[in-house]
């Protein structure tokens, strides 16, 4: 379990270090950066999907 966390907080840190280093607005960083934060799983899997970078646009 101690690994499947570590993943997880590592995954955030990338999640955040790309949204902080994204070209969106400073609202949408703020936004995107607490809900990571406060729900680390479901964050990280929406910012996947729907971060500022278009993820989702993507697929």
């Not at 960083?29 to 479901?42: G, Q, R």
Request: aromatic residues 12%; without cysteine; hydrophobic residues 60%.
């Amino acid at each position: 379990m101690r690994i499947l966390g570590l993943i997880v907080f590592l995954l955030d840190l990338y999640a955040i270090w790309n949204v902080i280093t994204s070209s969106t607005s400073t609202a949408k960083k703020v936004i995107w950066t607490l809900a990571i934060l406060i729900l680390p799983v479901l964050g990280l899997i929406v910012w996947f999907f729907m971060g500022p970078r278009g993820r989702g646009a993507r697929i």
